[in-house]
């Protein structure tokens, strides 16, 4: 069986599914939404929430990394971002915020441009680790090999290595490429690595040994790379053949499993339902948290994608601030758009669908029901 379609004699393409594209559907049981448990465990880290911070300046400091932590989730840490770049960012999220929209990618071109300080990293992880939440910070593949040392010494839990696209497999004719492979085996920490979009290349991230693979490819609010690279993963799809992807590693390798957690598409709370019943263990959060009105971005949202020197897939959005990062995740909500208590929307899902926890939530059944809201 197969859904393939033809776009023209000489080729053939897959149908895929984007979260508004699938329902979830109700069965025989509920149960009380106070009897649902959305935790779960990644290596020696229970996490009362199914949801990571994006690492991204507009949605992450330290301060919110470890609000984040304390409401029950995971904060991630840019450190390659406005916080390891200066030693006071106020100012330089105040301009930001405060550019034109022709001035903006340049302007945050230039920004970006000061040099990473190690000093910083150390600091900024210190300071998370000194309130007593799991720290965790990221690092695109680019520079990992050259700050990886100082994060870990800094007491880094957990080491997200986040890409648009990793590979287990990268070719590079200029440079010796990182061997993911060989950097988990010798690192003492759990590692989350991605961002994968297909069973293949999702199976070769998990035989690296890394605790955890993103699912995603430019579906975030702040990405235009489908538009400047004609590269996009509709995320039901996505997250459905990763979850393939843990299955079939977990019997390849005796029993590891390794966590999935979709990164892109997660807007509000219905996408972080679908992404669960779709198969992810927990989410990424960029935009739902840019939201917050204790957030860096202060309604606004961008990602490093925006202020690339080269070739920027990404832009500075406006989100609007909706309420407090604690309103946001655990309400109470003053609206019906699924920006506000997106743990409670999932524990109300689960309640009425009738399962007690993320691990079985991830079986229920859902249907084929593109959503028209006009």
């Not at 030693?87 to 071109?109: C, K, W, Y």
């Not at 910083?120 to 695109?140: E, F, H, P, Y």
């Not at 758009?337 to 859902?366: C, H, P, W």
Request: glycine share 10%; hydrophobic share 40%; aromatic share 6%.
């Amino acid at each position: 069986m197969t859904n393939e379609i033809e776009i023209g004699r000489g080729k053939r393409a897959r149908r895929a599914y984007s979260f508004d594209d699938v329902a979830v559907v109700p069965s025989r049981r509920t149960r009380d939404p106070e009897d649902v448990s959305v935790s779960w465990q990644i290596d020696a880290y229970h996490v009362d929430l199914p949801v990571l911070a994006a690492p991204m300046d507009s949605v992450m400091s330290p301060a919110t990394a470890i609000e984040l932590g304390r409401l029950g989730g995971i904060g991630v840490l840019d450190l390659e971002g406005l916080w390891t770049r200066y030693e006071d960012p106020e100012p330089v999220l105040s301009e930001i915020v405060g550019l034109a929209d022709g001035d903006a990618t340049r302007r945050m071109q230039e920004i970006y441009a000061e040099p990473i300080k190690p000093e910083l990293i150390t600091q900024r992880l210190r300071q998370i680790r000194d309130s007593g939440v799991t720290v965790a910070g990221s690092l695109s593949p680019q520079r990992t090999q050259e700050h990886w040392r100082t994060v870990v010494e800094a007491g880094v839990d957990l080491f997200v290595i986040r890409g648009t696209t990793v590979s287990a497999e990268h070719v590079s004719s200029r440079a010796e490429p990182l061997n993911l492979k060989r950097f988990i085996y010798e690192l003492d920490v759990p590692v989350i690595v991605g961002g994968a979009a297909t069973y293949t290349a999702a199976l070769h991230l998990m035989r690296t040994g890394a605790a955890g693979v993103l699912v995603g490819f430019g579906g975030g609010a702040a990405h235009t790379t489908r538009r400047s690279l004609g590269i996009h993963a509709p995320m039901a799809s996505a997250v459905a053949d990763v979850a393939a992807a843990r299955r079939d590693y977990l019997d390849e390798s005796g029993g590891r499993y390794v966590h999935v957690i979709a990164d892109g598409g997660v807007g509000r709370s219905g996408d972080l339902v679908k992404a669960v019943a779709c198969g992810a263990d927990a989410v990424m959060l960029g935009a739902a948290l840019a939201r917050a009105s204790d957030a860096p971005g202060r309604g606004w949202h961008w990602g490093p994608e925006a202020h690339h020197p080269e070739l920027p897939r990404g832009e500075r959005v406006r989100v609007g601030t909706v309420g407090t990062l604690a309103e946001i995740l655990h309400g109470p909500s003053s609206s019906a758009d699924g920006t506000l208590n997106l743990i409670g929307a999932l524990r109300r899902t689960m309640a009425t669908t009738g399962y007690s926890d993320v691990k079985e939530f991830q079986r229920v059944e859902v249907v084929v029901s593109p959503y028209n809201p006009f």
